[in-house]
């Protein structure tokens, strides 16, 4: 069964600091990567994919990608109040009908 | 408006009534998704759809029931609402590329109590 496990929280960081988000998955055959951004109340945005190996780069954002380590990760730099959310990690093995597995989510929580 | 679209936002209903909520997405997604959300599970999968009358279930489709006739809507129906279906329930399509898939896009969400 595809499992996406995502480090337990909530997290708290100040103002300013680097916030890591971590997730690993279970299936080897995941190609897609996606971080999801849900504030409460509201319904989950996507605000990053990744699918190579490596760094991708967006803003402030920054996804990871070790596929022989089976993790993705988020980082967040400079983080704001804004920032505070759950953040939702999910993988997608390619094909017709495959569909996204979530994690539970994490809480992140940016201290003035 | 282009997007996705649930109703209604918020639903109070008794044990025992049938509800149906709407989703329609204006992309022409073929794939589209219910999910509920309940703190402490995440997301589940309630049943999803890979095209107009292709529907299949999902890992929580009890007591639910779903069609879609046309490719933009996707409406989803609780037979008799029951106080454990008070919940969050989310519809989202699915942007692809082949076999490459950009993600989902959630629709706002429907607040359901069942009393």
């Known amino acids: 069964q595809k499992e996406v496990e995502q480090n337990s929280g909530p997290l708290s960081v100040p103002e300013g600091a680097i916030a890591s988000l971590n997730c690993t998955y279970s299936?080897?055959?995941?190609?897609?990567f996606f971080w999801y951004r849900q504030y409460s109340g509201k319904s989950p945005e996507l605000i990053m994919f990744?699918?190579?190996?490596g760094d991708k780069e967006d803003g402030r954002f920054t996804a990871q990608l070790n596929k022989a380590s089976q993790y993705v990760s988020l980082l967040i730099r400079d983080s704001q109040p804004s920032d505070s959310a759950t953040y939702l990690c999910?993988?997608?093995?390619?094909?017709?009908?495959?569909?996204?597995?979530f994690g539970k989510g994490i809480t992140l929580s940016v201290r003035p | 408006d282009a997007g996705i679209t649930q109703s209604p936002r918020y639903k109070i209903t008794e044990t025992g009534r049938q509800v149906t909520l709407m989703c329609h997405q204006t992309?022409?997604?073929?794939?589209m998704f219910w999910y509920r959300q309940d703190l402490g599970h995440g997301l589940r999968l309630i049943y999803y759809?890979?095209?107009?009358?292709?529907?299949d279930k999902g890992e929580v489709p009890d007591g639910y029931v779903v069609s879609r006739s046309k490719t933009e809507n996707f409406p989803l129906t609780l037979e008799s609402a029951t106080r454990s279906q008070t919940s969050v329930y989310f519809c989202?399509?699915?942007?692809?590329?082949?076999?490459?898939?950009?993600?989902?896009?959630f629709g706002s969400g429907t607040r359901l109590t069942v009393v």
């Open positions: 989202a399509s699915r942007r692809d590329r082949g076999f490459f898939s950009y993600g989902y896009t």
């Open positions: 990744i699918y190579s190996n």
């Open positions: 999910a993988v997608f093995v390619d094909g017709a009908n495959s569909k996204l597995t």
């Open positions: 299936d080897r055959g995941s190609q897609s």
């Open positions: 992309w022409s997604h073929s794939y």
């Open positions: 759809s890979a095209a107009a009358d292709i529907t």
